[in-house]
């Protein structure tokens, strides 16, 4: 009977939110030369403030953040990663004030547009094939991956219609209600449903915290003992903390277990965010991001006036701080309550070495591992460095010795000696950590309603997602690609080409190339599930690391450096795979978000030469062109303030004040 009832909300829910979609998606329509673009691309630019803030978060919050950022919390990382949040707060916004005034202001369909605007045709063109490259076999292809992954590991195997429900399957089921209704009201359809799902998908975070703070405060001393020992903790610290454990609350006991993970800053030898990337580094991508990237700038280049876009920039702001009590916190519950189950799932669980073995063999794939499993596993730890001494003729040492410390070394050496060359398959932990907010989903939230409900707010975040870039990839391939196409070809009179591209012709092309996309993206998502990706997050952050620093300087100097010649836009977005690409290859250890501040940085340096060298005559004015109302709004200003003070309070009470962040930094710089 629960599982009917669960079955029931889940199709109720999602019916509920297509349902509205169509309506809303067909309602207030403009009449004129250019309605029927403007109200499939932008809602007819009618956006209200509430409508594009909640839809932001939902654009925005996929599987990755869901799954991974709990993952991410429950390793040493710990509520460092909560970064991503709340430099996305204040990053928000600098959006709301400095970049959508001017995009408004223009007049654009698209970000790349403003490029044109502002430097020339070609820089134009170069940002929208990278966007498009981007959101065609990285962003779309990836949030797919990740949430028919995370609804395959919960339902994999069953069958029903004669159909199994497997990870392709669910891409596709993914794919098809994302683009359903985006084929239909395009943007306006596409942010009421976001603006739904973006609700539910709070709802489903504070009822998960809510359960998983219930449950660590009625857990007996075996797990408190089973969580400190998985936490490290030293014997005589375990028999200090117990009895006062036993005797806590559920908040208490949680900052207990869990004071060395509540941290914003990690030393700047951390391979995932280190202090000096927190300094600068993490701000190129949020800034990319949230005020560059075309499915989020979508919503805010649809509203009805700058003041709405505004309020509605700053009401995702104040969501983006909130999202990691309701994502990382459980995340680092679940490592409390469910340690064990997760060294399980982390090697036994997955077949153990020998299934291991069969696929680094299939995919041509070395061993790695970290210390934890090392510790757990010392024999298999040692047949895996024995299989990579054998796979790529490295000497073996006459004894390999068990001991952790011993493994770890001659691990080191063998890396060393490999040099960058060798692909080493995904790491295999002592920890599955991206478990976490399945085992908190499957065991914690009760069957018989709110069990379907979190099951949909989770379908939902995924399809929500993916319908914000269908609906504008599907933008960037119709105005800044086969829009100026068949415009150019007509100017220039070629033959076949009568008449300038109709309204009805752009929408069709835009419905069309949805199509394409949902394809395209379905089908490459089984080529992620190879382990020679290594995880989704790596993936995105390492593609888009390739062109964002670019991106932002090109933008950065266009808004704030009126005499940069047209065509530095150009040679700034060429020279950003080419530096990183370097990067990447001299200096593979260096974490992703450093080399993104050494490209940024170098472009500048680049685009600073070129002003002083060949400065334009006539400094740039950016020109209306727009009957929007453009008045800031104050309301907007005061609130996006009071997020920036709040940042900084978040920042300052969970910061490490004991643990030095830059020892050795100066001797490594030297060296």
Request: hydrophobic share 50%.
């Amino acid at each position: 009977m629960t599982a009917a009832i669960d079955i029931a909300v889940f199709f109720g829910f999602l019916l509920a939110v297509l349902a509205i979609a169509f309506v809303m998606g067909g309602r207030d329509k403009k009449k004129g030369a250019s309605a029927a673009s403007e109200d499939y691309f932008l809602a007819g630019r009618g956006l209200a403030w509430w409508l594009i803030g909640i839809s932001l978060i939902s654009a925005n919050i996929s599987a990755e953040q869901f799954v991974g950022m709990p993952g991410q919390a429950a390793r040493n990382i710990g509520l460092a990663i909560a970064s991503y949040e709340w430099i996305a707060a204040v990053s928000l916004v600098i959006v709301a004030f400095i970049f959508l005034p001017r995009f408004l202001k223009a007049g654009v369909y698209t970000i790349p547009q403003f490029l044109e605007t502002r430097y020339n045709r070609l820089c134009r063109t170069l940002m929208s094939l990278s966007l498009l490259f981007i959101y065609a076999f990285v962003t779309i292809t990836a949030v797919n991956y990740a949430g028919a992954k995370a609804f395959s590991d919960i339902f994999g195997g069953q069958v029903y219609f004669g159909i199994e429900l497997n990870l392709v399957t669910f891409c596709w089921i993914l794919g098809f209600f994302a683009a359903v209704y985006v084929l239909y009201g395009g943007l306006k359809s596409a942010a009421w449903a976001g603006s739904l799902q973006g609700t539910a998908l709070i709802l489903c975070g504070v009822i998960i915290l809510f359960f998983a703070l219930q449950k660590l405060g009625q857990v007996d001393t075996p797990v408190l003992e089973s969580a400190m020992q998985a936490l490290e903790f030293s014997e005589e610290k375990q028999k200090e903390l117990l009895p006062k454990l036993e005797k806590a609350g559920a908040c208490e006991r949680f900052t207990t277990l869990n004071e060395s993970k509540l941290r914003m800053n990690l030393p700047w030898t951390d391979t995932i965010l280190p202090i000096t990337a927190l300094m600068f580094g993490i701000w190129i991508p949020n800034l990319y991001y949230w005020g560059l990237d075309q499915h989020i700038m979508q919503r805010t280049l649809g509203s009805r006036s700058l003041a709405q876009g505004q309020k509605g920039i700053v009401l995702a702001a104040f969501l983006k701080l909130l999202i990691p009590f309701i994502v990382i916190f459980p995340g680092l519950i679940a490592f409390n309550l469910y340690s064990t189950e997760m060294k399980h799932r982390a090697f036994e669980g997955k077949g153990g070495f020998e299934v291991l073995k069969a696929e680094r063999e299939k995919y041509g794939q070395l061993f790695d591992f970290d210390d934890k499993f090392a510790a757990f596993y010392p024999e298999e730890a040692k047949k895996m460095l024995v299989f990579n001494a054998e796979k790529t003729g490295a000497a073996t040492p006459e004894n390999i010795s068990v001991p952790l410390q011993f493994l770890n070394e001659q691990k080191a050496q063998y890396k060393k000696l490999l040099g960058t060359n060798p692909d080493y398959g995904k790491l295999v932990s002592g920890y599955d950590y991206d478990s976490a907010f399945g085992l908190l989903l499957a065991n914690l939230v009760p069957k018989g309603g709110l069990y379907g409900f979190a099951l949909a707010a989770l379908f939902g975040m995924v399809i929500s997602a993916m319908a914000a870039m269908l609906n504008a990839v599907s933008t960037l391939f119709t105005m800044d690609i086969y829009k100026e196409t068949v415009s150019y070809l007509h100017q220039k009179e070629v033959s076949f080409i009568r008449k300038e591209p109709s309204e009805w012709e752009l929408v069709f092309i835009g419905r069309i190339s949805v199509i394409g996309f949902m394809i395209l993206g379905c089908c490459l998502v089984p080529v992620l599930d190879n382990p020679k990706f290594g995880g989704i997050f790596n993936f995105i952050q390492e593609f888009q690391g390739f062109v964002s620093p670019g991106i932002l300087c090109a933008f950065m100097f266009g808004f704030f450096v009126h005499k940069a010649p047209r065509w530095s836009g150009t040679v700034s977005i060429l020279l950003s795979p080419v530096i990183y690409g370097a990067l990447m290859i001299l200096r593979p250890n260096t974490a992703f978000l450093d080399r993104m501040s050494i490209t940024f940085c170098s472009i500048v340096l680049v685009l600073a030469l070129l002003r002083l060298f060949f400065p334009m005559p006539k400094a740039f004015k950016l020109e209306t062109n727009t009957s929007m109302d453009l008045t800031s709004s104050r309301t907007a200003v005061f609130f996006g303030m009071v997020i920036v003070v709040l940042t900084a309070v978040l920042y300052a009470y969970f910061w490490d004040y004991q643990t030095p962040m830059f020892n050795g930094f100066w001797e490594s710089f030297m060296k």
